[in-house]
């Protein structure tokens, strides 16, 4: 069993930057990729990034040269640092672990980029 708990959404400004937190309770062992999904309004869940067991990442077209995925194996927690943020941005984003056989959602946190 894996628990996901996200954090670091809010309002921010075009050009703007925000880090996101998932911190990862239970079985960390078991996980084989962890990955950021974002939800817009009206839109289908979308893969933003992800990163496997052996560090091989992978980025959604949209967000390569703007948003980094990273993990810290000490606290049990993988972060989107994302920066120059733009309006289509806005969206909820979800963190997401894949152990091979069992896929955990975090409950969300919600990221608007207005003026």
């Known amino acids: 069993q894996v628990q996901l708990v996200e954090s670091g959404g809010g309002l921010v400004q075009p050009g703007g930057s925000l880090r996101l937190s998932c911190v990862v309770f239970g079985n960390i062992f078991s996980i084989n990729v962890m990955g950021w999904y974002r939800q817009a309004p009206g839109k289908q869940r979308e893969l933003v990034a992800s990163?496997?067991?052996?560090?091989?990442?992978n980025y959604a077209d949209s967000v390569k040269g703007r948003f980094t995925i990273s993990r810290d194996n000490a606290k049990n927690t993988v972060y989107l640092q994302m920066n120059s943020l733009r309006p289509e941005d806005t969206a909820d984003y979800y963190c997401?672990?894949?152990?091979?056989?069992?896929?955990?959602w975090g409950q969300g946190t919600q990221v608007t980029v207005s003026s």
């Open positions: 997401h672990a894949y152990t091979g056989a069992y896929s955990y």
């Open positions: 990163i496997t067991r052996g560090s091989l990442i």
